[in-house]
């Protein structure tokens, strides 16, 4: 069994920052890349950003203002947020791409998501 939680989401208002966490628990081998997504109502799910060992992606829209990053314990993904905008309000996802004991192959394992509030 493989758990994701996270953590940290909240009501802000714009121009303000939050920071948000996610932790993967259970019978996890190795994890290659981890990441956030968001949805918004009425939207599609969309990437904000992934890291992988040696790379980081964001999105364009957050490309200057989020950052990503790994804990030492390296089961842990945090998304530092600054100036958030109204458009930023979503529900996010935490993503990571593991191996679970047993398997052979990576598989794509989701959070249950928190919802970020940027109010104007």
């Known amino acids: 069994q493989v758990q994701l939680v996270e953590s940290g989401g909240g009501l802000v208002q714009t121009g303000e920052s939050l920071r948000l966490s996610c932790a993967a628990s259970?019978?996890?081998?190795?994890?290659?890349?981890m990441g956030w997504y968001r949805q918004a109502p009425g939207k599609q799910r969309e990437l904000v950003a992934v890291?992988?060992?040696?790379?980081?992606n964001y999105a364009d829209s957050v490309l200057g203002r989020f950052t990503i990053s790994r804990g030492n314990g390296k089961n842990t993904v945090y998304l530092q947020m600054n100036s958030l905008k109204s458009e930023d309000t979503a529900v996010y996802f935490c993503?990571?791409?593991?191996?679970?004991?047993?398997?052979?192959?990576?598989?794509?394992?989701w959070g249950q998501g928190t919802q970020v509030t940027v109010s104007s």
């Open positions: 259970g019978s996890i081998v190795s994890i290659n890349a």
């Open positions: 993503n990571a791409r593991l191996k679970r004991v047993g398997n052979f192959a990576y598989d794509d394992y």
């Open positions: 890291i992988s060992p040696g790379s980081t």
